[in-house]
C-alpha cells in the first residue's frame, strides 16, 4: 500500500520561501516508480511542479526551473521540494504523487500518477 503524506505548507510573503515534505512508504519493493510534486490553484488544472524517478532522472517544469528544487531521501523515504521567490501566483494546494509504472518516467502528466498525498496548502501574500 503506497502512502504519501505531506507537510510543511503555509503562508509567506512574496519574495520567501518555503520547503515542502512528503513522506512516502510502500514503495520500495516497486522497481520502477516516480516521485512528484503538482499544484492545483482554485479554478485551476492540476499543474506538474518537478519529479524524480527510480533510476535517478530528475525534471523540473520549465516554467518554475530556478525557483524550484526537488530532492529526494531515500533513507528517510521523503520526497522534498524547495521553493524559492515566491509570488502570489503560486498560491495553490500542493500535492506529493507517486507513479508505479515505466511510464511516469519523464512525464509530469497527472494522468500517469495513480497515487497522491491529500495535500498541502501554500498560500503567497503581496
Known amino acids: 500500500q503506497v502512502q504519501l503524506v505531506e507537510s510543511g505548507g503555509g503562508s509567506v510573503q512574496a519574495g520567501g520561501s518555503l520547503s515542502l515534505s512528503c513522506a512516502a512508504s510502500g514503495l520500495s519493493y516497486i522497481n520502477d516508480h516516480c516521485l512528484a510534486w503538482f499544484r492545483q490553484a482554485p479554478g485551476k488544472e492540476r499543474e506538474g511542479i518537478a519529479s524524480i524517478n527510480s533510476f535517478g532522472g530528475t525534471l523540473v517544469s520549465d516554467s518554475l526551473k530556478g525557483r524550484f528544487i526537488i530532492s529526494s531521501d531515500n533513507v528517510k523515504n521523503t520526497l522534498d521540494l524547495q521553493m524559492s521567490s515566491l509570488q502570489p501566483e503560486d498560491t495553490a494546494m500542493y500535492y506529493c504523487?507517486?507513479?508505479?509504472?515505466?511510464?511516469?518516467?519523464?512525464?509530469?502528466?497527472?494522468?500517469?500518477?495513480?497515487?497522491w498525498g491529500q495535500g498541502t496548502q501554500v498560500t503567497v501574500s503581496s
Open positions: 504523487a507517486a507513479g508505479t509504472s515505466f511510464g511516469c518516467v519523464g512525464t509530469l502528466s497527472a494522468t500517469k500518477y495513480e497515487y
